[in-house]
């Protein structure tokens, strides 16, 4: 009930223009549930709170950069939601936060689909959004295998990686500086940031725990509100 209350607590205060910024801990998604948090994750309450439709989950760390077309839903279910609006829509709002960053797209099958032999949603669903926008001006490209684009990206020929589900893109920015990656809303009318793991409740109270990402996420908070 706790953690409910502290979000909804903080939502107040945004709305009275009493801060400006939210950095948010982990919660536990299976017991804030018993208090009515009928949401996926803090990402999805703040958009349903200001009325934001357009929004993304960004992880970051030092080295990598990922944002995610889908976030906390079933693997198999991957394929059906993406859609060539949305990943329009998130290679937009990474250009608004990240102006002239050279963006890479991931595929969603393996060799981004092998020009269909391993799946079409490469030439059906993405590659269109990636046309799109570029006809806007923005520095996109894509899609790439998922097993080379975020090598190429830590070696700084990418800014960001917009991933096409969840794993795809936390498992590389958590491997790359696990103690420092930042989860970052985007598309949201306040900075909101948030550290880039769980509640660890195995470690509680013990005085072992690594506050690395908290630090980070307010730093990150701070550059972000300029």
């Known amino acids: 009930m706790a953690q409910f209350e502290y979000l909804k607590s903080a939502v ?3 709305k009275k223009g009493e801060i400006d910024a939210i950095v948010t801990l982990p919660i536990n ?4 549930r018993y208090a ?4 996926p994750g803090h ?10 439709k ?3 989950m960004m992880l970051a760390n030092s080295k990598l950069k990922v944002v995610l077309e889908t976030i906390h839903i079933p693997l198999k279910e991957v394929p059906e939601k993406i859609s060539t609006d949305s990943i329009f829509k998130k290679v937009l709002l990474i250009d608004k936060t990240f102006p002239g ?3 890479a797209v991931a595929g969603l099958n393996p060799h981004a ?3 269909g032999l391993f799946g079409n949603e490469e030439k059906r669903i993405i590659k269109p959004a990636i046309e799109k926008a570029k006809t806007f001006g923005i520095d996109v490209c894509g899609p790439f295998p998922s097993d080379t684009i975020f090598n190429r990206a830590v070696l700084g020929e990418f800014g960001t990686v917009l991933c096409m589900y969840h794993d795809q893109g936390l498992i590389p920015v958590k491997l790359t500086g696990f103690n420092e990656t930042v989860n970052i809303t985007l598309g949201l009318p306040f900075v909101r940031t948030s550290v880039g793991h769980g509640t660890a409740y195995d470690i509680a109270g013990k005085g072992i ?4 990402s908290f630090l980070r996420a307010v730093e990150v908070a701070v550059e972000l509100l300029g």
């Open 113 to 115: 689909g092998e020009d």
């Open 12 to 14: 107040n205060s945004i």
């Open 36 to 39: 009515g948090f009928d949401f």
């Open 209 to 212: 725990a690594d506050i690395g």
């Open 43 to 52: 990402t999805e309450y703040f958009a349903f709170q200001f009325n934001v």
């Open 101 to 103: 960053e050279k963006i």
């Open 29 to 32: 998604k299976e017991s804030i």
């Open 54 to 56: 357009d929004f993304a």
